[in-house]
């Protein structure tokens, strides 16, 4: 059966499961479209204001369902636009699938019309791409696109089509999907030694990250953090992976994570990294971070072995079949002086919150007012973001929508529209800043369009947070272009302006006012003025150690 180069995309989008996608058409995608549109039964297409938008909501669309994201752009700007996106899902470790159109393939190289080499412009952030020049190598391309983007640890990768490879024949073979392979445990001799090590410790200490989640390990990790008495300390990717009400979950550490988590990290005698890699913002001083310590290290991608920390053992493969394993040779152990400690320490960090804050009232009284386990939450980046990791209580996994290593301000609007969809359309919550929330605010069009129940909360400090945080530490109170007090935006009427609904508020009691009228399919963006003195704490300055936390 000959199928056009348009038909195939659809039919091995299909086959892969894929049932919505995001985009925004052009000129070198306009065959794609026809087809994307004689197939709307088959595939939701989800049209954004910007194609970053529309890379962000594929992103957040995958970390909610633990399915590929699709994002398609046209050529040129197009794809351009995209890179952003690619960036994150490539630094977060999120399957994507970009597909972006070009001029035609005689035209290739001409400086034509909306031409640029998006293969080399993205070839240091996919874990795969290429340009497909024949028809007859579409199917196979894409095939092994989506093969790639999931297997070993998941990341995005770039499928580029010029325009004529749309619309020429070739016969359709049809392929059948191979399944995800799990990547077994490398080193039965090393596997064996660390176990012995586990065995004979005593302060156990396990830094969970994102592998946990993409390899749906939540029930194994609480399972050898109960049988080890260990306390657990989280990435911000692996935030939601253990309940915010297990005892042992201490929550997020590094720069600006909590203080009993950093603590009790700096304090284990062995430490157990499960799918997480060892970040600048994680760390801080190597030497001090790796100082009296046995550390552990599992991970299915070999190049972050001794890339930033060198562990004593280091195990390549799948995290949750290591746990299954580990499992049948760990007994039970009670530590009871390593958890009285972590008592002591998880007091003092009671003790260090005890201040009026208006931060961590926010975002509890929105958790308390407009949330339930299965609500997903999205935030952009800086210290809205940093509080929302605080004192937001997860208890599910895949419901956190963050940018962690890329940490790109307006990813959060986008990643919320693709998680609110993901989720059936319930209701949806992103928390943002003045400043992140203003580079992508056009979405707002993107969730009206689709009646999508997002309440926006915008912590409105008037100011650029974590630099203006920063150069008051660091740099002597010179706050060079960190001050927006001078934009007199307003975003409740700029979110009426686009057909959602706006409040301005400045108190707890207002907020719990809004609860009562919120609208039912319209985005809700909440304009809520904080003080530009609010801080961050603790925070651990960098290249600094536990020994150099702030706390007030």
């Not at 985009?23 to 065959?31: A, Q």
């Not at 049948?328 to 390593?338: A, F, G, L, R, T």
């Not at 931060?359 to 299965?374: A, I, K, S, W, Y």
């Not at 008051?472 to 007090?485: A, I, K």
Request: charge should be neutral.
């Amino acid at each position: 059966m000959k199928l056009s180069g348009a038909q195939i995309v659809i039919e091995r989008l299909v086959a892969h499961g894929v049932d919505t996608v995001f985009g925004y058409p052009g000129g070198s995608v306009l065959t794609l479209y026809d087809e994307l549109y004689k197939n709307s039964a088959r595939i939701n297409h989800v049209l954004t204001a910007h194609e970053q938008g529309a890379a962000h909501a594929a992103d957040g669309y995958a970390r909610v369902t633990g399915k590929t994201g699709v994002a398609i752009a046209t050529s040129g700007p197009g794809a351009t636009n995209l890179v952003t996106g690619i960036a994150n899902a490539y630094l977060d470790s999120i399957p994507l699938v970009a597909i972006t159109g070009n001029v035609p393939v005689p035209l290739l190289g001409r400086d034509s019309f909306q031409e640029v080499n998006i293969v080399s412009i993205t070839k240091s952030m996919t874990k795969y791409n290429a340009i497909v020049r024949d028809v007859s190598e579409l199917e196979s391309t894409l095939d092994e696109a989506f093969r790639v983007a999931n297997d070993g640890r998941p990341r995005p990768v770039v499928v580029d089509i010029p325009k004529n490879i749309q619309s020429d024949l070739c016969e359709y073979k049809g392929n059948s999907v191979a399944k995800k392979q799990s990547v077994p445990i490398s080193d039965d001799k090393q596997f064996e030694k660390l176990v012995s090590v586990i065995n004979n410790c005593k302060k156990p200490f396990i830094y969970a990250g994102g592998g946990i989640v993409s390899s749906g390990a939540e029930k194994e990790l609480l399972s050898l953090s109960q049988k080890l008495s260990a306390p657990v300390g989280l990435s911000v990717m692996g935030l939601s992976a253990l309940p915010a009400s297990y005892p042992l979950n201490l929550g997020v550490c590094g720069m600006h994570g909590k203080y009993a988590s950093s603590l009790a990290k700096s304090q284990c005698d062995v430490l157990l990294v499960l799918g997480a890699r060892f970040s600048d913002r994680a760390t801080g001083n190597v030497a001090e971070y790796s100082k009296d310590k046995t550390i552990i290290h599992i991970d299915v991608d070999e190049s972050e072995f001794e890339k930033n920390v060198v562990a004593d053992y280091a195990l390549k493969g799948d995290v949750k079949q290591f746990l299954l394993k580990l499992a049948q040779h760990i007994p039970p152990k009670e530590n009871k002086e390593w958890l009285s400690q972590i008592e002591e320490l998880k007091h003092e960090e009671r003790e260090l919150r005890r201040r009026d804050f208006m931060p961590r009232g926010v975002v509890e009284t929105v958790q308390r007012l407009f949330c339930d386990d299965d609500t997903v939450v999205a935030t952009d980046v800086g210290q809205h973001q940093m509080w929302a990791m605080q004192y937001y209580k997860f208890e599910k996994p895949r419901k956190l929508l963050t940018s962690g290593g890329l940490g790109a301000m307006g990813f959060g609007f986008g990643a919320a529209i693709g998680g609110c969809i993901a989720n059936n359309k319930k209701r949806t919550v992103l928390f943002t800043g003045d400043g992140s929330f203003g580079m992508n605010l056009t979405e707002l069009a993107t969730a009206v369009s689709q009646k999508l129940p997002i309440i926006i909360v915008v912590l409105n400090n008037g100011a650029l947070g974590l630099p203006r945080q920063w150069q008051g530490v660091f740099y002597g109170g010179r706050y060079s272009n960190s001050d927006l007090s001078g934009r007199k935006t307003d975003f409740a009427a700029v979110a009426n302006a686009f057909g959602a609904c706006g409040f301005s508020v400045s108190t707890i009691a207002e907020l719990e006012e809004i609860a009562k009228k919120l609208p039912v399919e319209l985005p809700v963006v909440i304009d809520f003025k904080i003080s530009s003195d609010e801080t961050v704490l603790p925070m651990i300055p960098p290249g600094g150690s536990v020994k150099d936390i702030i706390t007030k």
